[in-house]
C-alpha cells in the first residue's frame, strides 16, 4: 500500500471525537446512530444521547449495538489513534468484539478491538508499546490486538471465529 492510498484510506475511518461534542438538542430528535455503510464507519448526528445515554450503532435502519458515552467516546479515540497509526502502517481491517458489539455490555465495559494488518511491517514490540499507550481512555479499558490478514483468514480457532461472526467490522482498506 503506497503512502497516498494509506492517507485517502485512513480519512475514511470515522472521527468519533467529534461525535459526543454537540449535545445541543433544539428539536425532540433525541437519538445518535453510527452507521455502517460501505464497510466504513459513518455518523449521522440527531440531536443528544438519547435518555438512556445510549449511541448506537446501526446498519441498514438495523441497529447493531448500543454503548455509553464513556464508551462511544474511548472508541473515538482509538479510532484517531488507529488512524495515525494507518498512515504510517499497512491495516486491512479494525473490529469492535465482545460484550459491547453483542450489546451485552454494562457501564465499565471494556472496549475489544482487533486489527488486521495487511503484513508484517508492525513488529511485536511497536504492537506492544501501542497497546500500552491506548490501553485505557476516560476510565474505559481498551483491550487491542492485532493479526496479519493471512492468520486471520485462513484461521479455525474459536477466537478468530467469533470476531468473524460476531464482530462489527468497523473499517476495512
Known sequence: MTPA???KNAGAFLNLEILIQNRRCAMKRTDQYLYL?????HRSLFGAINEKGEVKIVKDNQVLTRMNEKQAKALGNIARKIKELDNQKSIS???????VARGSAHGMSDLDIFIVLNDNDLTPEECR????????FNDIDIDIHFENRNIFLKSNSTYHTNIKKEGLELWTA
Not at 37 to 41: C, V
Not at 93 to 99: D, I, K, P, R, T
Request: glycine share 8%.
Open 5 to 7: 492510498s494509506r492517507s
Open 37 to 41: 455503510a460501505n464497510g466504513r464507519l
Open 93 to 99: 481491517a479494525v473490529y469492535l468484539y465482545g460484550s
Open 129 to 136: 508499546k501501542f497497546r500500552i499507550e491506548n490501553s485505557s
